[in-house]
């Protein structure tokens, strides 16, 4: 007996160890499809959506049901990750729940808690709708909870994290913080995310509740200055125009010959910027082509001369109900704003739209595409945490 403990002791690591390497690497293998933007787009669309607390609920279900697409594509598919901090335990916990056809968890099926209440918002959409979606709980710590999302969202094969802002909306309008620490959390999975990730900044998409399919009346608009940040934001938006209940407006900004005579800048990826403008102007081109015979979308280029102008251009489309932009844009209209950026997560447009001056009720969703590795990376990502916030 104690040889047989002592060979099963020692064969157990090798022999797991055996097992599970082939296992991982074959699902990194199909793991290809890391964003939105795709050269394929009738493929499935796998999206991992985080809340907080049943505040974020109603936003994220109305997001999720401007995403879903046509019949035409394989269809969405959405795992809704409630992320609560873990006191007491030294170790995570991921909770996937099972629902019965009534809609209730299989069980406690008498006893309603907050959280099972979330379950059933979500199963209630599911059957609703035609969106695969599978609720989940990862109970964990704050300093290591980006690590539970990350992984996931590697597990699921996901193309996109959707993650709320730190910062909520009061009824006067301005933005208090709810937990320094979702920040941070926010801030790494930024980093260390293998798809590409949008930051939600919640001003009520669609009111307290969710809206029915029959009843979605949005409008969307992409403020598109250049690079592959603005690119993932409007291949978002161009699957959110397919629904029959959003209308979509692009603008292009371009810069004028006063504004390039003004930045005056030494550049060593001459080349990199090139192709990044051809990069774009391909992407355009395409999405005109789409778009030729579709009237619910509207693009129109803007050519301004200063700051000032793209401010008021921007502001001409704050009557809208949700705005998509990039983390980092680029071209010189972006550097010639000089927001001086509190939230690196948001980017300067973000910012730009968040801030108090810009009167808006609009929600804006800030994308960042995932990068591949060995790219050339145009604009400086974050990587190092901002110094702390003061609350609002």
Do not use: W
């Given at each position: 007996m104690v040889l047989m403990a002592i060979f099963t002791t020692f064969i157990t690591t090798p022999l797991v160890m055996a097992v599970y390497k082939p296992a991982k690497r074959a699902s990194r293998a199909d793991y290809k499809i890391r964003k939105?933007?795709?050269?394929?787009?009738?493929?499935?669309?796998?999206?991992?959506?985080?809340?907080?607390?049943?505040?974020?609920?109603?936003?994220?279900?109305?997001?999720?049901?401007?995403?879903?697409g046509t019949d035409r594509r394989?269809?969405?598919?959405?795992?809704?990750?409630?992320?609560?901090?873990?006191?007491?335990?030294?170790?995570?916990?991921?909770?996937?729940?099972?629902?019965?056809k009534n809609g209730l968890p299989f069980w406690n099926k008498l006893q309603q808690s907050g959280n099972n209440q979330i379950v059933v918002a979500f199963e209630a959409f599911r059957q609703l709708s035609r969106v695969s979606i599978k609720p989940t709980t990862a109970i964990s710590q704050m300093y290591d909870m980006h690590e539970d999302i990350c992984e996931s969202a590697e597990r699921k094969r996901a193309a996109a994290i959707i993650l709320p802002f730190h910062k909520h909306q009061r009824l006067d309008g301005t933005f208090e913080t709810t937990r320094t620490d979702f920040r941070w959390v926010n801030m790494r999975v930024l980093e260390n995310a293998r798809c590409s990730v949008g930051i939600l900044v919640d001003r009520g998409l669609g009111g307290g509740t969710h809206v029915p399919a029959s009843n979605v009346s949005y409008s969307v608009t992409v403020l598109f200055f250049g690079g592959r940040d603005d690119r993932e934001a409007l291949a978002y938006g161009a699957r959110m125009a397919e629904h029959p209940g959003i209308s979509l407006s692009v603008i292009r900004f371009t810069a004028s010959h006063e504004i390039v005579g003004e930045i005056v800048r030494v550049d060593i990826n001459d080349n990199h910027n090139v192709s990044t403008e051809s990069t774009d102007d391909e992407f355009i081109a395409e999405f005109k082509k789409k778009i030729s015979n579709d009237s619910?979308?509207?693009?129109?280029?803007?050519?301004?001369n200063n700051a000032a102008e793209t401010v008021e251009a921007a502001k001409d489309f704050s009557c809208c109900n949700l705005f998509l932009v990039g983390r980092v844009p680029q071209g010189p209209v972006v550097a010639s704003l000089?927001?001086?950026?509190?939230?690196?997560?948001?980017?300067?447009?973000?910012?730009?739209?968040?801030?108090?001056?810009?009167?808006?009720?609009?929600?804006?969703?800030?994308?960042?595409?995932?990068?591949?590795?060995?790219?050339?990376?145009?604009?400086?990502?974050?990587?190092?945490?901002?110094?702390?916030?003061?609350?609002?």
């Open positions: 939105i933007e795709r050269n394929d787009p009738n493929t499935q669309l796998r999206i991992l959506a985080c809340f907080h607390s049943t505040r974020d609920v109603p936003t994220m279900i109305n997001l999720i049901e401007a995403s879903r394989e269809g969405l598919c959405v795992y809704a990750m409630h992320l609560m901090e873990l006191t007491e335990r030294s170790s995570a916990i991921l909770m996937v729940h099972k629902v019965r619910s979308v509207k693009y129109e280029e803007r050519i301004v000089n927001v001086k950026v509190e939230c690196p997560e948001l980017g300067p447009v973000g910012h730009l739209l968040m801030s108090p001056d810009f009167t808006t009720s609009a929600s804006v969703l800030v994308m960042q595409q995932h990068a591949n590795p060995g790219s050339v990376v145009g604009s400086t990502r974050v990587t190092e945490m901002p110094a702390e916030d003061s609350e609002t």
